[in-house]
């Protein structure tokens, strides 16, 4: 086995240099998966794990790990702003990024503060070479990056201090995270990666998303040996039509909240019944503001954290990277979730 270099007088097992890791990821079914691949490896060491963004920050400082794995997407501080709050305070710490963002602008900024960066839909074969790759020192880019160049820049979606860092302590629940997609492209490939996790994981997930979307998705996963037909057949996997969906409870004032309940609550009360962990996933909000109906967009994010006051559910919403979404609308949006990606 290949033996990785840190600094002298670490520990070793088998005459290995051991490798001190910390994993941050709020999903916890994931984060056990990256324990678990992590764990093929005996010089690699977990030593603590996190599942939000000032978690890590203050583990990061007590543990002084050698290695940190970071989601982006986090609740109570983004992971990006976690990242570079660590480099100040564990200035040792080289830090990985495992996101299911795969926008070349997302990883370019990300790249400010770490040395890797791996598509989480890609970690099964890629996370140990991204490792291998940061801790001998050298950077690792994920080959599920989608238009990556040295020069990519960062859309300025929302001016500096314009998006708090953490969420409202208004009836924002926990796992409400919310992703801004460049393209088609991103969309599918993201909600591809995270519904194959929660499938492996046993959970019932829900997706809301258009006819086009759905066929791509299908495809995907198909493509991954994703079991459609045992997962649909078990109710695992929900496909609902997002049209249609917003046809039931959406009104020209905005969404009616007994109609939204009715739709909803009845699927979240099955999983909850089967005793299944409970993943939605949705872009319908985004087609609403596709439309500039960016005030009922945020209405309906307000009805899903009302529903997860009294139900325990992980919410992922995905919004168009879009002009009228700069600025004050954007801040809006953001204030509505625990984690933006």
Known sequence: MRSTRTSPGESRVSGM???????????????????STLRKRPELQIVGEASDGLEAVQKAEALQPDLILMDIGLPSLHGIEAARRITKISPKSKILFVSQESSAAVAQE?????????????????????VDAV???????????????????????CPQGALPSTPRERNVPRNHEVQFCADDTSLVA?????????????????????????????????????D??????????????AAEVLAHFMEEVGPNRERFLSAFEPLIREAEMRRQAIFVLGEGVGILCAEGRVKAAIELEQLWNELAQTHTFHVHCAYPMMEELKGEPHALICAEHSAVV
């Open 17 to 35: 240099l051991l490798v001190r890791v910390l994993v941050v990821e709020d999903f916890a079914p994931l984060r056990e998966v990256l324990c």
């Open 110 to 130: 990300a790249l400010r503060w770490g040395a890797g960066y791996v598509v989480k839909e890609r970690a099964a074969g890629e996370l140990l070479a991204a």
């Open 135 to 157: 801790v001998q020192g050298r950077r690792f880019l994920s080959s599920g990056l989608v238009g990556f160049t040295d020069d990519a820049q960062v859309p300025d979606l």
């Open 190 to 226: 993201s909600f591809t990666g995270l519904i194959e996790t929660a499938l492996e994981a046993g959970s019932a997930v829900i997706v809301v998303v258009t006819e086009s979307h759905r066929k791509s998705l299908l495809q995907s996963l198909q493509a991954r040996g994703v």
């Open 228 to 241: 459609l037909a045992g997962a649909i057949a078990q109710r695992g996997l929900l496909l609902l039509d």
